[in-house]
């Protein structure tokens, strides 16, 4: 079983929603935080989200106030509700998790573990 297997992606208009939904493997080991990268065409990777199994959460500017992440109490399955979706949203959605957090404010350090991607287009 791959450690991190995500799901939801699909087509929808500008203003449409979607959820995806990521599980982990049991045997994953310790997870201190699951999130999601997302990569448009011709970008880099960014994060998207993360929860922090201690509690928390951190988004990016851009999908703040649209974008809801949350997990369930063991956090084997964690969840990214898009509302309000723009066309800017486009791309691959990664399912990603640390066994340890590091980050400052200009650097995040790379997740241990990655889903292999679920696409989401926004198109009118």
């Known amino acids: 079983q791959a450690p991190l297997e995500e799901s939801g992606g699909g087509s929808v208009q500008p203003g449409g929603s979607l959820r995806l939904s990521c599980v982990a493997s049991p045997n994953i080991g310790d997870i201190s935080v699951m999130g999601w990268y997302r990569q448009a065409p011709g970008n880099e990777r960014e994060l998207v989200a993360a929860l922090f199994r201690v509690g928390g959460t951190k988004y990016s500017d851009s999908v703040k106030d649209r974008f809801t992440i949350s997990g369930d109490s063991g956090h084997f399955a964690h969840y990214l509700q898009m509302n309000s979706l723009k066309l800017e949203d486009t791309g691959v959605y990664y399912c990603?998790?640390?066994?340890?957090?590091?980050?400052?404010?200009?650097?995040?350090?790379?997740?241990?573990?990655w889903g292999r991607g679920t696409q989401v287009t926004v198109s009118s």
């Open positions: 990603v998790a640390w066994r340890s957090w590091l980050a400052s404010a200009t650097y995040i350090k790379p997740p241990d573990y």
